[in-house]
C-alpha cells in the first residue's frame, strides 16, 4: 500500500496567489482530515470528511480556505488568496475507526 | 484552557535512562487516547492506543488516570533512535473521528 499521497511537496508562493493542495487517501478509509502545523500551534484539524461528506470544518481559518472531496480517493484544499501567515505544513490524514494515518505533509510558504 | 495541553520539553535524557510524558485532556467526555510520534519534518505516525487498564509495547508504556484527566508515556532504557516529537490525542466518543492532538513533548536522548 502505498499510503497517503500528498503533492505538491513544497510549495513557495507570492501573497495573493491561489494554492492548491492535493491528497490521495488509502484505499478504503472512510474519513479524510487536512491538519496545519506550526511551531506556534501544533497541529490544528482544519477539516474533516467522512464518506466525501464535510463533517467538520470549524478549524477552517477563515474564507480564504476551501475543501473538497469529490470522490473517495481525492480530496483538495485552496488557499486564495495565500497570506504569508498560511506559511506551515499542511497535512493530509485517512483513517478507520482508530488510528490516523498521515501523509508526508505539504510545506507551504508564502512571500 | 486547551482541550489538550503537554509540557514542550525539551527533555534531555541519557542514553538508558527512564522518561515519562503527561498529556492533560479537558474533555470528561473523551473517550478514545493515542500517542503519536513524530520524527523531525517528518508526518506523524501512530506510536501506541492508550487503554483504560493501561498497556505495554516493548519499552514502552502508556496509562490513562480519567479522574485526572491525563495519559502519559513512559519508556524505559532509551535508545538515540526515540529522539523525537511525542504528540498526544484525544478522541470524543460516538464514533466521532475528530481527533485533537497535542502540541507534542520534544525528546532528545543524549549518548
Known amino acids: 500500500d502505498a499510503g497517503v499521497i500528498q503533492s505538491p511537496r513544497h510549495e513557495v508562493t507570492e501573497m495573493g496567489q491561489e494554492v492548491t493542495l492535493r491528497c490521495k487517501p488509502i484505499s478504503g478509509h472512510n474519513s479524510l482530515f487536512w491538519y496545519r502545523q506550526t511551531m506556534m500551534r501544533g497541529l490544528e484539524l482544519l477539516i474533516y470528511?467522512?464518506?466525501?461528506?464535510?463533517?467538520?470544518d470549524s478549524g477552517m481559518p477563515e474564507d480564504r480556505f476551501s475543501a473538497k472531496m469529490p470522490n473517495a480517493s481525492f480530496s483538495t484544499l485552496k488557499i486564495q488568496p495565500s497570506e504569508p501567515r498560511d506559511s506551515a505544513v499542511y497535512f493530509c490524514?485517512?483513517?478507520?475507526?482508530?488510528?490516523?494515518?498521515f501523509g508526508p505533509g505539504t510545506r507551504l510558504t508564502v512571500l | 484552557r486547551k482541550e489538550v495541553e503537554q509540557d514542550p520539553g525539551p527533555f534531555n535524557v541519557p542514553e538508558g535512562a527512564t522518561v515519562a510524558f503527561n498529556c492533560t485532556y479537558s474533555n470528561s467526555a473523551s473517550q478514545s487516547f493515542f500517542w503519536y510520534r513524530q520524527d523531525c519534518r517528518k508526518e506523524p505516525k501512530l506510536l501506541m492506543s492508550v487503554y483504560s487498564s493501561g498497556n505495554e509495547d516493548g519499552r514502552f508504556t502508556a496509562q490513562l488516570n480519567r479522574a485526572s484527566q491525563y495519559i502519559s508515556l513512559l519508556i524505559r532504557d532509551s535508545k538515540l533512535s526515540d529522539s523525537a516529537t511525542y504528540l498526544c490525542a484525544v478522541n470524543r466518543a460516538g464514533g466521532y473521528q475528530k481527533v485533537t492532538f497535542g502540541t507534542g513533548t520534544k525528546l532528545q536522548v543524549i549518548p
Open positions: 490524514a485517512s483513517g478507520g475507526q482508530r488510528e490516523q494515518f
Open positions: 470528511f467522512n464518506n466525501n461528506v464535510p463533517i467538520d
